[in-house]
Nanobody, 120 residues
Framework: QVQLVESGGGLVQAGGSLRLSCAAS????????MGWYRQAPGKQRELVAT???????NYADSVKGRFTISRDNPKNTVHLQMNSLKPEDTAVYYC??????????????WGQGTQVIVSS
């Protein structure tokens, strides 16, 4: 079993910054893509940013130039630096990992979510 534990959410004023972190632990052989998704009230979960084990990144158009995703492979962690936050960034942010387990099975795992609230 694999666990993803997120941290770093909170309340911030528009224009401010937050840094989210997610640590994966458990029976991990390797982690392929890691990423962040978010879900605002009444909306579907949407991709924010992803990063492969090789460091290739992908961002939603709405966050390009403001958010930066990074990862530390030896520590099985992924971070999301969020700058110039806007009220429309308010959502629950979920960490995701595409994990190959120590038994060589491949599964998707999700964190429990961390709330980000941006006040205007």
């Amino acid at each position: 079993q694999v666990q993803l534990v997120e941290s770093g959410g909170g309340l911030v004023q528009a224009g401010g910054s937050l840094r989210l972190s997610c640590a994966a632990s458990g029976r991990i052989f390797s982690i392929n893509t890691m990423g962040w998704y978010r879900q605002a009230p009444g909306k579907q979960r949407e991709l924010v940013a992803t990063i492969t084990s090789g460091g290739s990144t992908n961002y939603a158009d709405s966050v390009k130039g403001r958010f930066t995703i990074s990862r530390d492979n030896p520590k099985n962690t992924v971070h999301l630096q969020m700058n110039s936050l806007k009220p429309e960034d308010t959502a629950v942010y979920y960490c995701h990992a595409d994990v190959t387990s120590s038994l060589y099975n491949r599964y998707d795992y999700w964190g429990q979510g961390t709330q980000v609230i941006v006040s205007s």
